[in-house]
Each structure stands twice: as C-alpha cells, then as structure tokens.
C-alpha cells in the first residue's frame, strides 16, 4: 500500500539548531530556504525571551514574512545557554518545592507566548536526563502535569511529553503517565527518535506510543551519546523507523532537532537531504508486512 496521508508529510527544524544565538530572522529565512515550513522553538531567554510580549511578536512578523509557520515551543530547560555552556538547569520533576515551582512558572510563561502568538505543541520533558535520574521526583513531575496541563489547554496549546532517557520517560512510562497517572486536557506524545535509539529500540518505542504520538524528534547518535546529528549520520535505521511511523497511522510533523552548529547552513542542507529521503520511504510500496 501507499503513503496516504490526506496531506504531504511537513517537515520543520527546531532552533535548538540556533541555540547559543539570539532567534532572528535570518534563522527563519534559512530554514525557509532549504525547503522546511515548520519550526520549534527553543525557550530559552538568551535565545528567544518568551517573557517578553514584544519578542513573540516581532517573531509573529518574522514567520509571517519568511513563510514559516510556528509548530511548536521547546519548554524552558535551562536559565541560559550561551558559548556551549548551559546555566542552571529548569526541571519540573525538581524535589525541592522552590526549584519545581520555578520550572512550572517558566514553563506556564512559554505556554503564555501562545496567547499572543498561537502554537500548537509545548514539547515537554519530563525531569532530567539518566545521568542525573536521582534529582527526578515523580510526586513532583505529577504536581506539575497538572498545573501546567490546564494552563496549556486555557492557551489552546497541546502538551507534549518527550521521550527521554530517564525512568520517568521511555516509552511505556510515557503512556502510563497519559492513560492512568494524570488527566492532561490536551496532551500526548513527542517521539524523540534519537532518544529512543539511545536507550533502547526506536521502532519498538513507536509502536508502543501508537495512538499517542502528537508530535516528533529527529536526530541521530551512534549510542554512546545524544548527539543530535541529522538522520542518517549515526546509526538509526531511518527507513525501519519511517515505516513504524507510517505502520502506526503517524500523520503529524516530522521536527528535526539537531545540534547547535558553527555552520548552520551545511547542516540544513544536510537535513534537507535526509528529508527527502524519509518522503521516499513513506511514498514506496509498503505492501510488505504491513496489512
């Protein structure tokens, strides 16, 4: 059978790509020119000030102008990032009362960005990853669903939980957090693919999250660490994880979310490249396996 979709699949690029810069049109014009539609915002105020009403609506001008359209917002992880070099880390799963609370008020300000410029997804993580899995609390991580859960579906945004690599967030833990630990309005599912591989199968993780998956993560590692290349420069099985896409019935958008870079435009052009091959494999002939 073929790819079905009622539309083409939509690619877009996370400025996580752009991270240590301050967000400005010339980021927008590039990924325009290399053949995306979509982006995702990193909140992070030394690169986008999400506090601040006039910046969501200078960037409103500038999507408008380079006709890219706003997919969704990275909620905050960090207080900075700037020279490689990340400030204090935001965490919603935090044990302590008064860094979870930080996390949930700069989270609930990214959400607010919303009201003034319309997103769909705030892509979520829930604690921080493996390395430091003792800081993650998940009476905290339920406390904070909840807030920032109704402040999400008051601004019309969809919230979504990522795969990460700690207990609180693989695939089935993932799941369990959406159909039995907290009721989230609006809420589902961002598959990262380079977490998945890191930690354990890709393709297995996709299936599990069948039904759930709102909104995605591209990138690849070679599983030592998250590297965040394009697809194809690591060792996922791109092909094998677009057709468990496509066997799960996924017809959202496809974020890639790569590494901050000194030449942007290489990379883009690289991923361009890998997009098109994704498009191949979602249009060949799956009649194989998958009735």
């Given at each position: 059978?073929?790819?079905?979709?009622?539309?083409?699949?939509?690619?877009?690029?996370?400025?996580?790509?752009?991270?240590?810069?301050?967000?400005?049109?010339?980021?927008?014009?590039?990924?325009?020119?290399?053949?995306?539609?979509?982006?995702?915002?990193?909140?992070?105020?030394?690169?986008?000030?999400?506090?601040?009403?006039?910046?969501?609506?200078?960037?409103?001008?500038?999507?408008?102008?380079?006709?890219?359209?706003?997919?969704?917002?990275?909620?905050?992880?960090?207080?900075?990032?700037?020279?490689?070099?990340?400030?204090?880390?935001?965490?919603?799963?935090?044990?302590?009362?008064?860094?979870?609370?930080?996390?949930?008020?700069?989270?609930?300000?990214?959400?607010?960005?919303?009201?003034?410029?319309?997103?769909?997804?705030?892509?979520?993580?829930?604690?921080?990853?493996?390395?430091?899995?003792?800081?993650?609390?998940?009476?905290?991580?339920?406390?904070?669903?909840?807030?920032?859960?109704?402040?999400?579906?008051?601004?019309?945004?969809?919230?979504?939980?990522?795969?990460?690599?700690?207990?609180?967030?693989?695939?089935?833990?993932?799941?369990?957090?959406?159909?039995?630990?907290?009721?989230?309005?609006?809420?589902?599912?961002?598959?990262?693919?380079?977490?998945?591989?890191?930690?354990?199968?890709?393709?297995?993780?996709?299936?599990?999250?069948?039904?759930?998956?709102?909104?995605?993560?591209?990138?690849?590692?070679?599983?030592?660490?998250?590297?965040?290349?394009?697809?194809?420069?690591?060792?996922?099985d791109w092909e094998g994880v677009a057709m468990a896409f496509r066997k799960v019935g996924y017809d959202g958008a496809w974020i890639f979310e790569l590494a901050p870079a000194?030449?942007?435009?290489?990379?883009?052009?690289?991923?361009?490249?890998?997009?098109?091959?994704?498009?191949?494999?979602?249009?060949?002939?799956?009649?194989?396996?998958?009735?």
């Amino acid at each position: 059978m073929q790819y079905n979709s009622p539309l083409p699949p939509r690619f877009g690029i996370s400025t996580h790509l752009f991270h240590g810069q301050r967000l400005d049109r010339a980021h927008l014009a590039a990924i325009k020119a290399h053949g995306f539609d979509l982006v995702e915002v990193y909140a992070t105020r030394t690169h986008f000030d999400y506090h601040d009403v006039a910046a969501a609506n200078t960037l409103g001008e500038w999507l408008a102008e380079t006709g890219v359209a706003l997919h969704g917002m990275h909620a905050p992880t960090t207080v900075s990032y700037s020279n490689g070099v990340w400030g204090d880390t935001l965490t919603i799963g935090a044990a302590d009362e008064a860094a979870r609370r930080q996390a949930v008020e700069e989270t609930i300000r990214a959400v607010d960005v919303a009201r003034t410029l319309p997103y769909s997804f705030l892509v979520l993580h829930l604690g921080v990853p493996d390395a430091d899995d003792t800081r993650n609390s998940r009476a905290s991580v339920a406390r904070s669903l909840e807030d920032i859960g109704v402040a999400a579906a008051d601004a019309g945004v969809t919230v979504a939980i990522e795969l990460i690599p700690n207990s609180l967030s693989q695939a089935a833990r993932l799941v369990q957090w959406l159909e039995d630990d907290v009721e989230l309005p609006r809420a589902g599912i961002c598959l990262d693919v380079g977490h998945a591989h890191l930690t354990g199968d890709a393709m297995a993780a996709i299936e599990e999250c069948s039904g759930h998956i709102v909104t995605t993560h591209l990138h690849d590692n070679r599983r030592r660490r998250d590297d965040h290349l394009v697809p194809g420069r690591g060792s996922v099985d791109w092909e094998g994880v677009a057709m468990a896409f496509r066997k799960v019935g996924y017809d959202g958008a496809w974020i890639f979310e790569l590494a901050p870079a000194d030449e942007p435009a290489a990379v883009l052009a690289d991923a361009a490249a890998a997009r098109d091959r994704i498009i191949r494999w979602l249009d060949m002939d799956m009649t194989t396996g998958l009735d």
